[in-house]
């Protein structure tokens, strides 16, 4: 079965130190993966994306995220955290073929402590 | 401008009501979508649309209908409205259903309150 996984409900860091969200995947072929946030009471904003290329794909408001095929991830980092970076992020993969249906792991909130 | 909009942004209703939900993208978008966020925040697919054709249909219940007069909306009607069916149902779009790599774009969110 296609799936992705967010093994983490929560992360907490202290701001100005550096955050990963991790993320796996299991989809058949090359996978598509993508990041989002959503902040509170609003909808989900696209952060970046790994199609193809270099594995260490650079997106917004700093954040970038590797991607790792042997291992099946594809984790967000940030080197500095910032308290407005608390939120809901989801990691999603986007398959192949039944219409493209994207897939959203089931969230990751990250709390950000001042 | 706001690129996708859904009104209403909150909806309480009573079990066994009517009703629905409006979508418009202004983006010039081909793919619009349904998707369902339950109270753990888990988000899943329920419809997609590409060009006012149905292209994805989830295991949802027949309740759900949605419709789309054309490309830029997709409006969500639920019929008999059920508890389990309170959630907050986000719309997304995105530029065309044959490219897998397309970003969604998604609406502020429906937060809908069966009591």
């Known amino acids: 079965a296609q799936s992705v996984a967010q093994p983490e409900d929560q992360v907490n860091v202290a701001e100005g130190n550096p955050l990963t969200v991790k993320c796996t995947y299991s989809?058949?072929?090359?996978?598509?993966l993508f990041w989002y946030v959503q902040y509170p009471n609003r909808g989900l904003q696209f952060l970046l994306k790994y199609i193809t290329g270099d594995n260490l794909v650079k997106g917004s408001y700093g954040f970038e995220a590797e991607f790792n095929k042997s291992q099946t991830s594809f984790h967000l980092k940030k080197p500095s955290a910032l308290v407005s970076d608390s939120a809901l992020y989801f990691c999603a993969v986007r398959l192949h073929t039944g219409g493209f249906k994207t897939i959203f792991g089931a969230g990751t909130r990250l709390f950000v402590k001042a | 401008d706001t690129a996708v909009s859904q009104t209403p942004k909150y909806l309480v209703t009573q079990m066994g009501n009517d009703k629905s939900i409006k979508c418009e993208q202004n983006l010039g978008h081909d793919t619009m979508y349904w998707y369902k966020q339950d109270s753990k925040k888990f988000l899943k697919i329920m419809f997609s649309y590409n060009n006012k054709e149905l292209i994805i249909n989830e295991t949802v219940p027949n309740r759900f209908s949605p419709k789309s007069p054309d490309k830029a909306h997709l409006n969500l009607h639920i019929n008999s409205l059920e508890l389990g069916d309170s959630a907050v149902y986000f719309c997304?779009?995105?530029?065309?259903?044959?490219?897998?790599?397309?970003?969604?774009?998604f609406g502020p969110g429906t937060r809908l309150t069966v009591l």
């Open positions: 989809v058949s072929g090359n996978p598509y």
């Open positions: 997304a779009s995105s530029q065309a259903r044959t490219s897998a790599t397309d970003t969604q774009y």
